[in-house]
Structures are given as C-alpha cells and as structure tokens.
C-alpha cells in the first residue's frame, strides 16, 4: 500500500522556470491538499480539493495552480518560480474533513535560485 | 478564524520521563477535530492521535494521550515514558471540517540521554 505518493523528492528551478509536482494517492480518498512548510514553521495550505474536477483555494494559493482530473491525481503547477517559493511542499489525503488523520506524502524540497 | 497556539518553541526531556506539549486553539465552530503530528528530522509527517470536540474521553494511543479541556479550548498532547526516538517537531493541528487543517508552529522536542 504505498498511500501518498510525491515525485519529486528535490528540485532546484531557475527563476521564471515552471513545474509540476506530481502527488498521487491510492487510498480512494475524495479529500486532496497540497501544503507548504517554511524553515521552521508549520504548514499551510495552498490549494485543496474535495473531489475529481473540484478545487479551491487555500491560506497562500498566489504562485500555484492546481487541476483534479481523477481521485487519484491532484499535481501542483508553479508557473515563473520565484525565490519566495523556495519550501517544503507536502501533498495529503483524506476520506473525510473533520474527524479524519490525513496521510501525507514524503514531501518536495524545492529551491528557487 | 481558526487558530492553532503552540507556545513552546522547544522542550528538552530526559529519557523515560513524561512530557507534555501545550497546545491552545480558537474556533467558533462546534464541531471539529484535534490532532497532533510528529515531523522527525526526516521530514515526514506522522499521525499520532486524534480528538474529536464532542468525544467524552480524553484520547489514548500507546505511549501518547491527550489532556482535552474544551472548556479551555487546550489540547496538551502528553508523551509518557520518553524515548530517544521521540525527539522531534510536534505540531498541533485543528480541523473544523472545512476540508482544510491548520498548524500550530510547532514545538521541537529534544530527549536526553
């Protein structure tokens, strides 16, 4: 059972470059986040997803963008990476809102230099 | 708005004692879910316990509970029988099932020999 899975682990862009980080589930949850952690900080959210073809906006959604074409898939895009994108990200899942642990993936560590 | 207060930067602990984590929250609504994550210096993301605001009981898993006071709106997580392994970052989470989690900042948790 691999649960969340990110790819990939680590990733350095240039400023201005795009990407896609890639988050896939196999636990048939509605429920998708992505997160991101700064140095010594806790989460936030950037974008969420409460089933296939539905998403919305987080805490700090400005940068990203987000599709949800199956339940499995939720791949976060960074459109012209700036240095205040350099973190942490971590992708989760869940099968309800409220009263269910959420199960994260390993996480991306991202850097824009 | 949902807060999550955590006013423990760090705690250090000697091994075999107990410890407790405080943990402090703000929200309006009714129904919601306490959790606490543990983050080692790996990077994951690990459940450890969950309370849901209308459960009677005060949460147990293994070596972790859970002091609820609703009346308080506090969630101290308390580790007993510390272990070297335990040292890590400690994050209190809330959700009110709004499909999204928020973070306290976290408390670093050193075990000592």
């Known amino acids: 059972n691999a649960g969340v899975t990110q790819t990939p682990k680590f990733r350095i862009l240039k400023i201005g470059q795009s990407m896609t980080l890639q988050c896939a589930q196999d636990?048939?949850?509605?429920?998708m986040y992505w997160y991101r952690q700064d140095p010594g900080m806790g989460l936030k959210l950037i974008y969420y997803?409460?089933?296939?073809?539905?998403?919305d906006k987080g805490e700090v959604p400005n940068g990203y963008n987000v599709s949800r074409s199956t339940t499995e898939d939720f791949p976060l895009r960074l459109e012209l990476a700036a240095p205040s994108q350099t973190s942490v990200y971590f992708c989760?899942?869940?099968?309800?809102?409220?009263?269910?642990?959420?199960?994260f993936g390993q996480g991306t560590r991202l850097t824009v230099v | 708005a949902q807060k999550i207060t955590q006013t423990q930067p760090g705690m250090f602990v000697q091994e075999k004692e107990a410890v407790t984590l405080d943990c402090t929250y703000d929200?309006?609504?009714?129904?919601?879910?306490l959790f606490w994550y543990k983050q080692p210096s790996s990077g994951e993301m690990i459940f450890l316990i969950y309370?849901?605001?209308?459960?009677?009981q005060n949460a147990t898993e293994g070596r972790y509970s859970l002091n609820f006071q609703k009346a308080r709106k506090s969630a101290n997580l308390v580790i007993s029988a510390s272990q070297l392994g335990d040292s890590a970052m400690y994050f209190c989470?809330?959700?009110?099932?709004?499909?999204?989690?928020?973070f306290g900042t976290g408390t670093r948790l050193k075990v000592l020999a």
């Open positions: 929200t309006s609504d009714p129904s919601y879910g």
């Open positions: 997803s409460v089933g296939a073809g539905i998403t």
């Open positions: 989470v809330i959700d009110p099932g709004t499909y999204k989690y928020i």
């Open positions: 989760a899942s869940s099968y309800s809102s409220g009263n269910a642990e959420a199960f």
């Open positions: 636990m048939n949850h509605n429920y």
């Open positions: 309370q849901g605001s209308y459960d009677q």
